[in-house]
């Protein structure tokens, strides 16, 4: 307890990529300064796809250059492929994260490519890093999605993930992270991941978690990880987005809700709490009617 545990914020990238209705680029630049003034200390922007198939995200390279002029923070996105980072890297982002589905047929399905195709862009990308100027030089995850498990396929055996961490890291990915894309990670299930994985990759090369609480169970699956040696754990305010397969359930786990059972448990991730449940009026304000979940916002800060 007393270490610090780094927050991404991911509404601006998972939470809005549901969401059809566009949110306004001000209202999206507003929300960004507003988390970073709360204390946020990193937020994925945006995501470098064609506008065609995600309108939602078409003004993430605007994104990036306004969240660049917010000192300290770390501005994250995410690229499918070596034309994103090559658009990531000329914005100026600190962070690129490429999704690596674990399910070959979930990978069929959403962007078309096999898992050697998938290798084979990572390298390209690690290289593309590789040739910029040391400080355009962002740091480069690959994030093992559907980790957990996948709509399409079921279960992924463990093996099959484990071969995916050292194959990124081999491609020249700085580090690996676990998505649980489709909520279906359990506590004990997440334990043996993190520490399987963190054995092919190393201690230092597994840092980040990215989960969903479709069944319920995100902040329970943090709690395991955090034991583990998990020290970046996604989450979208007000977990937006919700979840398509699970009406009621939030999308990403709810960032108030996990500040504050941080805080409680003596963890730091400088984050000011009640400022950040203020935020919510932008969101709310600039999507009227979308659903915004939570615990904490609804029940209010206990007094101490
Ligand atoms: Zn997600």
């Not at 059972?261 to 600039?286: H, N, P, Q, Y």
């Amino acid at each position: 307890m007393g270490s610090f545990i780094e927050i991404s914020e991911v509404g601006p990238r998972d939470g809005l990529q549901s969401i059809k209705r566009i949110m306004p680029l001000a209202a999206k630049k507003a929300w960004i300064t507003a988390e970073a003034d709360c204390g946020v200390p990193e937020i994925e922007v945006g995501s470098f796809v064609p506008a065609k198939i995600l309108p939602q995200l078409a003004d993430t390279a605007k994104l990036v250059a306004h969240a660049r002029s917010i000192d300290g923070l770390k501005v994250a996105v995410l690229v499918p492929n070596l034309r994103g980072a090559q658009d990531a890297i000329k914005a100026g982002t600190h962070k690129i994260t490429i999704p690596l589905s674990a399910s070959e047929t979930h990978s069929l399905a959403n962007v078309k490519r096999t898992h050697k195709q998938m290798l084979a862009a990572v390298r390209e990308i690690a290289n593309l890093i590789k040739s910029a100027p040391k400080n355009k030089r962002p740091l480069f995850e690959g994030g093992i999605s559907t980790a957990f498990g996948c709509t399409l396929e079921g279960a992924i055996p463990k093996a099959k993930i484990l071969e995916l961490a050292h194959a990124l890291m081999d491609a020249g990915c700085d580090e690996v992270g676990l998505s649980d894309t489709t909520g279906y990670a359990t506590p004990d299930h997440v334990i043996s991941l993190v520490k399987a994985v963190k054995n092919v990759v190393g201690e230092q090369n597994l840092k980040g978690l990215h989960l969903h609480n479709t069944r319920g169970l995100g902040l329970t699956n943090v709690f395991a990880a955090l034991e583990h040696g998990i020290t970046t754990i996604d989450a979208s305010l007000g977990g937006i987005g919700g979840c398509p397969f699970a009406p009621g359930a939030s999308g990403n786990i709810v960032t108030e809700d996990l500040v504050f059972m941080l805080d409680s448990m003596g963890f730091k991730t400088g984050i000011d709490l009640g400022a950040l449940l203020k935020v919510r009026d932008i969101v709310t304000d600039a999507l009227p009617g979308e659903p915004m979940y939570g615990f904490i916002p609804d029940a209010g800060l206990p007094k101490s």
